[in-house]
């Protein structure tokens, strides 16, 4: 069987096309590899861990009420990361504010955004769950704050995720196109195995929690009735619809055959002036990353997702993405409203 490539040795033949770069950002994302792996292990043990299964008695900035497995991913992903001397800060869907590296610890060039276990309300039924996270430049100096974190998806510099599914894969862009790897549970290595993912521009699946239909907005509301109608209706064929309710599985299956995922904004959170579910810096925007960078479309309805200004760490905004085709339409009907 041919040699398979080990994700330190694509990082490091990528890095050797950039002829500039210093190698801190594979020296950090071989940090958030490892933690990663941790956290696979964590969820790997799901009931045999009896510590780290059910609610803890705490509830995140969100409101949410915390899984015991939310608090021990978050810890594991800050302690594998900011003692590296790539970062000068963390944020995190579990942390109230952001937090920067412990003075102990060198300063690095980088800041990280994310959600240790995102979809954690599937761990105790069993069902995928994953790890996001998005890079961004630090600013050279100064104490780190919130604000430094309040940057355009634009300006990442690297976005990933790693599924905790029937296998762990981690799925990562550099700006420069999509690679996916599988974890050999073997050798421990993430390996090779989805080179230069590409979203089909067309699709007949779409992705969206149904039982909130009487609250979402026109658009969206018309395009689904669309799909329902299937091949009689305007659309012209038959659609299938998928929800696992873990935004990385969801949005791992239209990477690996097309599809639409939307949590649109709807009249309950407008009711509570909220900007939409999912958040801005450590969901909405590595996935926006992800998506184009795999050739699709990732779009509030309203504007570009990477072109969003955030203006709160743990801002929320309405999220349609996936194949190129269809998310220009359910745009395209965002605007003839
Ligand atoms: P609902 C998980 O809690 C999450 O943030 C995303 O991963 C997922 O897509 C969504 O919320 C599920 O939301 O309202 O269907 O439970």
Known sequence: M????????FISEEQREHPFSSGKLT???LEVISACKKIAHLTGSGGLASHAMGAADSENVQGEQQKKLDILSNELFVESTQWCGYLAGLAS??????????KEYPRGKYLITFDP??????????????TIFSILEAPD???????????????QVCAGYCLYGTSTMLVLTTGRGVNGFTLDRTTGDFVLTMPDIQIPPDTSEYSINQSYSRHWEPPVKRYVDECLLGAEGPL???????WVASMVADVHRLLCRGGVFMYPMDARMAAKGEGGKLRLLYEANPMSFIVEQAGGVAHTGYERIMEVQPDALHQRVPVIMG??????RIVSYHKDA
């Open 93 to 102: 869907e579990e942390l109230d504010h952001s937090q920067p590296v412990p």
């Open 236 to 242: 012209g064929k038959n659609y299938n619809m998928r």
């Open 117 to 130: 276990l995102d979809g954690s309300s599937n761990i105790d039924i069993n069902v995928s769950v994953g």
């Open 323 to 328: 194949s190129r085709n269809e998310v220009e």
């Open 2 to 9: 041919s040699q398979r490539t080990s994700f330190y040795k």
């Open 141 to 155: 100096e100064g104490d780190i704050q919130d604000g430094d974190f309040l940057q355009q998806g634009l300006k």
């Open 27 to 29: 020296g950090l994302l």
